[in-house]
């Protein structure tokens, strides 16, 4: 049998968490409401059954607990979602395990981390044009072939996900981690990767000045593939803990911004102008030449209000919040998305998983039957001094 943190569909559920967790932000009490409302459940389950040839069972050693998990936990993620999963699901994309079967290439026992898009190749299925270009964040067929609907691993409910003592993943999906990477830095591959795909996404000319709004792990990791990447000039990085304001120094930030006076430290770093409306925040005319909300949303309108006239946002988070778009419309703004990784993307994110100072980055590991203090825990990581959250399945308590 399989131990599992299983997630259901709970519409009540759902509205609840939903309507709780938009009266109460976050915080304390948005960590409860996350453990105790949310439609997840400790069971025990069959053992995952292999898809077909070129799949393998993996023990999942340590699984990270994402802000895309927490937004589905506590009813924030997209309904738009829904026609790309399947129920019920596993959760768990940030993963490093130990493969339980024999692979070409990979032997039995080899340690890996997982690269979660379910495009055409573990679907078995024709080639899309994104999977084609080497591009399976693209992938237009996530819900057919070999598995059941879902964009990730941790959505799908024929290959389980992370928070289990096993799921299943095909070869293309897996990664060898390199013997002198430690499980800690291992499992922050996968958002490494997707920071590395973001700050690819838009053209960063020599010089231009970056904003990252967040300095939770992606805000953080952005600024980081940011410096390792591009030839940025100034970046500018909004954090609201301290633990984060060191970090993102840490990390290349050029100058780190409270979000209450972000628009007018821009104004004086980068000779905008301060607009006050009779409503709402205050915005720049003039700005920074690119932004990356990195918040889950929650940043995206501070972006919208700071960047130059045909500037740059990019959203590098999973929007769940409401924005006024009018600076996108008055100041010609484009707005780009990045989701997940590809091409050489996961190559380079190990490689700065051995270089980067990640040391102390997971300072929270829990087992499976803690489920709710680790979830708790992992909504309330700002204000509890921490960056990533994880759980460690091989551990009974």
């Known amino acids: 049998m399989n131990l599992n943190l299983e997630y259901h569909r709970s519409p009540i559920r759902y509205i609840t968490a939903r309507t709780a967790t938009g009266t109460i932000a976050t915080g304390r009490a948005a960590g409860w409401w996350a453990a105790n409302m949310s439609p997840v459940r400790l069971v025990n389950r069959p053992e995952p059954r292999l898809p077909g040839p070129g799949w393998t069972r993996v023990k999942p050693l340590l699984s990270g607990i994402c802000g895309s998990d927490l937004g589905l936990l506590t009813g924030r993620n997209s309904p738009y979602l829904s026609a790309l999963i399947s129920l019920p699901f596993t959760p768990g994309h940030e993963v490093v395990g130990e493969t339980l079967d024999a692979l070409p290439d990979l032997p ?29 964040s693209r992938c237009d067929h996530i819900t057919s072939g070999r598995v059941s609907a ?6 799908c409910a024929d290959t389980g996900g992370g928070w289990s003592r096993m799921f299943v993943a095909h070869a293309s999906q ?4 390199p013997d002198e990477l430690d499980d800690e830095r291992a499992v922050l591959v996968e958002p490494l990767a997707t920071a590395v795909h973001s700050v690819r996404r838009v053209p960063i000319p020599d010089g231009a000045s970056v904003l ?19 030839k940025a000039g100034p970046i500018y990085v909004i954090a609201r803990y301290g633990h984060q304001r060191e970090r993102a120094r840490e990390m290349g930030a050029t100058e ?16 905008g102008f301060l607009a006050r409306p009779e409503q709402g925040a205050e915005f720049l005319l003039g700005g920074t030449d690119i932004a990356f909300d990195c918040t889950a949303g929650s940043g995206l309108d501070t972006a919208l209000r700071v960047v130059r ?7 590098s988070g999973m929007p769940n919040a409401s924005v006024d778009l009018t600076p996108a419309w008055f100041r010609e703004l484009n707005i780009v998305g990045a989701y997940a990784s590809g091409g050489n993307d996961f190559p380079d994110a190990m490689a700065l998983a051995k270089s980067a100072p990640l040391n102390g980055y997971v300072d929270a590991v829990y087992p499976l039957s803690r489920w709710r203090d680790a979830i708790g825990h992992a909504s309330s990581a700002g204000r509890l001094g921490s960056i990533k959250v994880a759980f460690d399945p091989t551990k009974d308590q």
């Open 309 to 315: 006239a045909g500037g740059t946002v990019l959203l």
């Open 108 to 136: 039995k026992g080899s340690r890996v981390v997982l690269d979660p898009v379910l495009g055409c190749v573990p679907r078995d299925v024709k080639l899309c044009p994104g999977c084609a270009a080497g591009e399976h």
């Open 174 to 177: 897996l990664h060898k981690v």
């Open 150 to 155: 879902a964009l990730q691993t941790g959505f």
């Open 256 to 271: 780190v911004l409270s979000s209450d006076r972000a628009a007018r430290a821009l104004r004086r770093a980068t000779g």
């Open 212 to 230: 990252v709004v967040g300095a939770g792990t992606v805000g953080l990791f952005t600024t980081l593939a940011l410096r390792e990447y591009t």
